[in-house]
């Protein structure tokens, strides 16, 4: 069985047709597999982000219940600025 030109030359426009769709499907499944890498890169750093916001929030709901306290604020101003009462005795220790 001999094949004529016009079916060697439609046999190699169907092969080139089929190569030039595998090379687009594969490009688009590469371009949404480094989506999904860079996404899940991305949910990593952003729950890592949301883990030091909620304890820095725990951090500060506790700073807020502490200096409700006026014994607490009292404490705080004697130690952290100096801060005295008649009859109290500073001594600095480095």
Do not use: H, P
């Not at 130690?79 to 220790?93: A, C, L, V």
């Amino acid at each position: 069985m001999k094949k004529t030109k016009k079916e060697k030359k439609r046999l190699v426009l169907i092969t080139f047709c089929i190569i030039g769709l595998l090379i687009t499907l594969v490009s688009s499944v590469f371009k949404d597999w480094q989506e999904i890498l860079d996404n899940n890169s991305q949910i990593k750093a952003l729950t890592d982000e949301y883990n030091t916001l909620l304890s820095e929030e725990e951090k500060l709901k506790s700073d807020v219940t502490k200096l409700q306290d006026s014994e607490y604020v009292a404490r705080y101003a004697k130690e952290k600025f100096m801060y005295s009462e008649d009859g109290d005795i500073i001594i600095r220790m480095y």
